[in-house]
């Protein structure tokens, strides 16, 4: 098995570093107290997540379960969530309540066909019900024998939901839960910490915060190093170190770029097999950035290539930067800055400005300097 895991959480000796977050986490729900996880995009807070889970999983006193809301429109999609996350859990006593809980809810059952797993639809009676439906989940919860402790990811989509003031009923129920514990987890740093920083909002300072950054790229090389070294693979130090600035550390990024080339099957590893790989993604990404040219507005895409170009940007709308890369008037940047914000193309992060695609960057970094005024024409590569 490829060592270098980049989709679901295998086991601790393919999980790198993170001990003190663990720790902190693990006393946190243990101790009854519920916590907000937040960082950028693909630092690895849900293989953190799966991490405590995998830490917790013996102890007979706690059931836990993990739901990804990224994708829920609206409350109805939330409880979908939920109702189907608790059948996944396989420990006989939990199972056989859970689904006679679950059966008041007239709910349709079914199987994923990619994961074999059952899932729930619950089917309200009428508009409206999606709230009811969840205050009686957490009310099972609460009468439930064992501690529940509940993963949350991507918290800041509620705060999409079309359903008026979900984000304070919520809250409220959530209050006065003494059995359920739960994990906030979040990639929009923004909406994360007025949700959780704001005095006027209804999730003001209800959980100890706590930021994930990048792993420390010496603890990350070791890590590496070692994997590589244990299935039979050689790489210097050095081409280690030139992959992780390569990827900037970002933890899919780089568990993506040292997969392919463990995956490649050479058992030492060169610079000139990491040259290829680059290549590899730049191919790739090639077809992503046509995608991506044909959705943004020229003067969107001139910026993006500029960021990228520039590797961060620190004043978008210094004269010297909009001249270099004839982006127009600074209102016109300012405009542009605030889309690709909220579309979270871009973000802002230790006072510049970056691209959140690490490889999409390496591909704007790479085109050919006669293509850097011209978004619309197919780029070449180095």
Known sequence: MNPFVISAYKAPEFFCDREKETRAIINSVTNGVNIVLYSLRRIGKTGLIKHVFHALADRAEYELIYIDIYRTKNVDDFVNELASAMLRIDRKVWYRRVLEFLKKFRPVLTINPVTGQMEA???AVSEGQGPQNLDAIFQFMEQYPSKI???IDEFQQITAYPEPGFEAFLRSKIQFLNNVNFIFSGSNRRIISSMFQDYNRPFYQSGSTLYLDKIPE??????IQQ??????RKIT???VLKGLQWTESFTWFTQNYFNRLWGTGVKTITGNLMKSIEQEVFAEKERDFIELRNILPENQMQLLTAIAKENSVQKPTAKEFLSAYKLGPASTVNAALRVLEQKEIIYYEQHAWQLYDVYMKRFLQATRRNHEHHPRKRPGIL
Do not use: K, P, V
């Open 121 to 123: 639809e619950i089917r």
């Open 149 to 151: 402790i509940l993963a």
């Open 218 to 223: 010496d603890a990350y090389a070791a890590f």
């Open 227 to 232: 994997l590589m070294e244990c299935t039979n």
């Open 237 to 239: 130090g050095e081409l």
